[in-house]
């Protein structure tokens, strides 16, 4: 079987492929179209992000059999499209939810005790202590939404802390280990002091936090969202902040991505405040994205590829 590597991988996945029988090749094409032309000669294709394959795609690739994306969302697949037309679908949430989990734990740290400001205020002779008095989370409420990978490992990671821990998952019943509360979408407005998203981005997810939905949290609340950037209605956040209904946010993610993940473009004056403001912390989509997780999304996805389509299955 031939595999096509539309976007770049950690050389562990081609090796580990290859290794198992695979044919693998490698184009460095930027646009989608410069694909077309060759599609209908692979079984499989690896990518990232790098574009939407959609069903004219999938149209001009008659032996495909599967896609492999490296990482947790689906989103730049139409899933529909590609399962009418008996196209594997897979990815590797598995490989970075630890990644994530720490990096959610790392952005309200930093946070809750103004590392980014006093760190600046020291490089430039400012010395406050009252000032940068911290937050501590012990005795916090922290609401989940979302507990597939990612969710659950941030749920691992704040164990030691000594947090109450709710969770939401509308897709899944008695998941929680014993150190979690299943719960309600509405209590975790009601009660928790931090909410953290860790859902994929869908129809249902698009702008799940809105207006109304920070409205109906508790007063003070703070945001992590280390999903997708859409998740989140930037302008009705930055709002909430203005109002001190959500009293400080975490954001690795923004509404404003490329389609790739690789650039902001057509930002606003909504996302010019989150950067001027020291109640928010902001990364560039790296909360995934260790060197420990680039070499276990690969494994994680090669194993995957290699049971469902290696020859000994075949």
């Known amino acids: 079987m031939k595999i096509l590597f539309i ?14 029988g695979f044919e693998c090749h490698y184009f460095t094409f930027s646009q989608k179209e410069e694909y077309l032309p060759i599609i209908n000669n692979y079984d499989g294709i690896i990518i990232r992000s790098k574009f939407f394959l959609d069903d004219d795609f999938f149209s001009r690739a008659n032996r495909l059999k599967f896609i492999g994306r490296v990482g947790s969302g ?10 009418r037309r008996g196209i594997v679908c897979l990815n590797s949430p598995e490989g970075n939810r630890d990644a994530v ?5 790392a952005m309200l740290l930093t946070l809750f005790n103004n590392v980014c400001r006093a760190n600046f205020e020291i490089r430039n002779g400012v010395w406050r202590r009252e000032e940068n008095r911290g937050i501590e989370l012990r005795g ?3 609401g989940i939404i979302g507990f597939g990978n990612t969710g659950s490992a941030f749920a691992e990671k704040l164990l030691g802390f ?5 969770a939401y998952d509308k897709y899944k019943l008695r998941y929680a280990p014993f150190y979690v509360t299943e719960t309600t979408l509405e209590k975790i407005m009601e009660e928790a002091d931090i909410i953290s998203f860790h859902v994929p981005l869908t129809q249902e997810t698009t702008y799940l936090a809105d207006s109304a939905f920070f409205s109906r949290c508790r007063q003070g609340v703070y945001i992590i969202n280390t999903s997708r950037g859409k998740v989140i209605k930037t302008g009705d956040l930055v709002s ?4 001190g209904q959500v009293a400080g946010a975490c954001l690795d993610v923004f509404e404003f991505e490329s389609v790739s993940f690789e650039t902001i473009v057509n930002t606003d004056e909504n996302f010019h405040w989150l950067c001027q403001s020291d109640r928010v912390i902001l990364t560039p989509h790296v909360a995934g994205w260790t060197n420990e997780s680039n070499i276990h999304l690969s494994e994680v996805l090669a194993r995957k590829i290699i049971q469902l389509f290696g020859p000994t299955t075949n």
Do not use: M, S
Not at 101 to 105: F, K, L, N, Q, T
Not at 162 to 166: E, N, Q, R
Not at 240 to 243: C, H, Q, R, S
């Open 74 to 83: 689906l989103e730049n697949i139409d899933i529909e499209a590609a399962t």
């Open 7 to 20: 976007d770049t991988t950690h050389p562990l996945l081609r090796g580990l492929l290859e290794e198992a």
């Open 240 to 243: 909430a902040l203005k109002n």
């Open 140 to 142: 916090k409420t922290v």
């Open 162 to 166: 000594g947090c109450k821990i709710l």
């Open 101 to 105: 989990g720490e990096h959610a734990v």
